[in-house]
């Protein structure tokens, strides 16, 4: 059970008006009278004329379930300074979908005044409508050409994909006869096989047929299975182009010998570099993987697994180009796969395990030298370096032993209680160094709520286990009292995982409560009047800051001036409703009184409940500042 006293009540500046007594119940300073003043200024100008609307628009078009929708608004009006603010409404299929308004915008300016990107479905029909407001009068609404979300293309045979900022799905497996069969004709278009192929006949090595030819802006070529041509993929002047998951597999040799798993000639720096990431490549005839750097771009590969009778990587090195082979991701340098690491022909040295590619070791090639056109065997073009090539390994999932659970912990009122540590054990057959720290935590649940550590670091290791301590993890005041559970979770590093519960935690009970917003004041008041109502705003607010029901009591005390005057305790009520006589009422003596609501003042964040206070000044009431007395709360639990 706890106690809070209300503060301190004061009747100040007692004054005689017009022959009634005037009362001031108050906390604080007496009042002070203040003056501010305020100028006026008014702006005249010609007599305004509404804006005009000029277009209204949604693009692309034609526009996929995986497109970004455009809105667009361009007005002019007449009044050349004035600034235009468009109101738009977007309707799906006729029904008002999302609203909005731009900034402030130049007239005669396109603004483009929002992007809809999510939940776009074939079939949908969308229409913009737009109007102007210069500031002072708003404009004639304009409608935009109704748009209908296309099925997205799905290709069943070769040919040139034309459509910009479009996504192409393969449907089915494909060929080509003496001919390169996918043509990557227009900017930001994705080729997506979803694993189907792509297979050519091996027809003239002179005419470098290719399985896709990119040829215009941001290109991706992803999931696709190809063979049996004298190039996999080529690219020829684009920035932008990515290469990702798929699996090339070249046998012919081409014009002048040189055919190409991949073959780059390519521009793009930075975000518009040229990516070629996770592809699986083997030509048994020629290069894997070539730069030719016409366009003085730059490449960035990584996460391959490359086999070439010729070279792995060729770097032709023409103008400015850059070949980087590995990169530093998530702070770890992530290399390539290459035949002669995966078949043990050069050692690996290193037990970092990739966060990327499963199943993967990170490692340098042996002692003293990187994996480079030396040590290859000439594999690689003698500029190129990869510091981190990858090395195949077989993983043993980690297992939770034990998790320790803290002894029973008392509420924090009105804040959160953070929890010791609590000691998870892991064992893990390939080494203790395997467990992923970072993706260890511990639950602490009851019911549909859980919380969880933020944070586990070692504590203490042998050759294949380790000690984590893990902390961070906060109970709420509000947070129901009794039983939780204990369930520890760790991941190695490739993703393998276990989980462990432990004994149950018990969290104690806990009555707490605080007033907010104290202490009551009353203002100015006169006697011989009734209701008059405390001033604090907010209302004074009796806050739950534990994890039980409350029940409440009030024990008044009369107020005095701190001599012989004073207002009599039963000349005061409380109240859940600011309104006199709207509700539940209670006039105060000096012994306690339950004030409890029905069920009790429930635990919660916010579990709160306002309090109001009437007071009837006798007419007798003396002159006086009234300042000294209190009343107190008692809360206790529910039952």
Same mark, same amino acid.
């Given at each position: 059970m706890k106690t809070k006293t209300v503060g301190i009540w004061r009747v100040v500046n007692l004054k005689k008006e017009i022959g009634i007594l005037a009362v001031l119940l108050m906390f604080g300073a007496a009042f002070a009278s203040d003056t501010d003043t305020s100028g006026v200024s008014v702006t005249v100008q010609e007599p305004n004329v509404a804006p005009v609307m000029n277009t209204s628009t949604i693009t692309p078009s034609?526009?996929?379930?995986s497109s970004t929708l455009q809105l667009a608004c361009n007005a002019t009006d007449a009044n050349a300074a004035d600034n235009i603010t468009y109101h738009w409404k977007a309707f799906l299929n006729g029904e008002e979908n999302e609203t909005g308004s731009s900034d402030a915008a130049l007239q005669g300016l396109e603004v483009n005044v929002a992007n809809i990107s999510s939940g776009l479905a074939t079939g949908q029909n969308w229409t913009l409508e737009?109007?102007? &407001?210069?500031?002072? *009068?708003?404009?004639?609404?304009?409608?935009?050409?109704?748009?209908?979300?296309?099925?997205?293309?799905?290709?069943?045979?070769?040919?040139s994909l034309s459509s910009a900022n479009s996504v192409y799905t393969l449907t089915a497996d494909v060929s080509a006869t003496d001919s390169t069969c996918f043509t990557l004709a227009a900017a930001n278009v994705t080729l997506d096989c979803a694993g189907h192929s792509i297979?050519?006949?091996?027809?003239d090595a002179e005419q470098s047929y290719k399985g896709v030819y990119m040829?215009?802006?941001?290109?991706t070529v992803k999931n696709c299975v190809i063979s049996g041509f004298v190039n996999g993929i080529s690219t020829y002047g684009t920035a932008g182009a990515t290469m990702l998951n798929n699996t090339i597999t070249v046998t012919q040799s081409g014009d002048m010998t040189d055919s190409y798993g991949i073959n780059i000639y390519s521009g793009g720096t930075g975000s &518009?570099?040229?990516? *070629?990431?996770n592809n699986t490549v083997n030509n048994t005839n020629g290069i894997a993987i070539s730069f030719g750097g016409w366009f003085s771009g730059e490449v960035l590969a990584y996460w391959n697994n490359i086999t070439a009778s010729g070279k792995y990587f060729e770097w032709r090195e023409i103008g400015s180009s850059v070949f980087t082979l590995n990169t530093t991701i998530d702070g770890k340098g992530e290399g390539n796969i290459y035949a002669n690491v995966v078949s043990g022909a050069v050692d690996i040295i290193g037990t970092v395990v990739s966060g990327h590619a499963s199943g993967y070791y990170i490692g340098s090639a042996g002692t003293g030298y990187p994996y480079d056109a030396t040590t290859s065997g000439a594999k690689l073009t003698s500029s190129l370096v990869d510091n981190a090539p990858l090395t195949p390994f077989t993983n043993a999932a980690p297992v939770v032993e034990s998790v320790s659970t803290p002894d029973a912990q008392d509420v924090t009122p009105c804040s959160t209680t953070e929890l010791p540590v609590i000691q998870v054990n892991v064992s893990d057959a390939d080494g203790y160094a395997d467990v992923s720290a970072a993706n260890t935590y511990v639950n602490i649940s009851k019911g549909a709520v859980t919380h969880q550590s933020a944070t586990c670091t070692e504590d203490s290791h042998d050759t294949d286990w380790v000690l984590l301590n893990c902390s961070g993890a906060e109970m709420s005041f509000y947070d129901a009292a009794g039983a939780?559970?204990?369930?520890?979770y760790s991941e190695d590093a490739i993703g393998a995982?276990?989980?462990?519960?432990g004994s149950d935690m018990t969290y104690n009970t806990g009555v707490h409560m605080v007033l907010e917003n104290d202490p009551l004041t009353f203002g100015t008041i006169y006697s011989g009047t009734e209701n008059n109502t405390n001033t604090n705003d907010p209302a004074l607010d009796v806050k739950n800051c534990g994890n039980a029901a409350l029940n409440m009591t009030v024990t008044g005390a009369n107020i005095t001036d701190g001599g012989s005057n004073s207002i009599p305790v039963g000349s005061f009520r409380v109240s859940d409703n600011g309104t006199p006589g709207a509700g539940t009422e209670l006039v105060l003596t000096e012994e306690a009184q339950d004030f409890s609501k029905s069920g009790g003042l429930a635990a919660g964040a916010s579990s709160t409940e306002a309090l109001y206070a009437f007071l009837n000044a006798p007419v007798e009431q003396a002159p006086a500042t009234y300042n000294t007395g209190t009343w107190a709360f008692i809360v206790s639990n529910y039952e």
């Open positions: 034609p526009a996929y379930a737009c109007t102007p &407001d210069d500031g002072t *009068v708003n404009g004639t609404a304009m409608n935009s050409t109704q748009l209908t979300i296309s099925a997205t293309p799905g290709v069943d045979g070769c040919g297979t050519g006949n091996n027809g040829n215009a802006a941001s290109g &518009d570099k040229t990516l *070629v990431v939780w559970s204990i369930l520890a995982s276990d989980t462990t519960a």
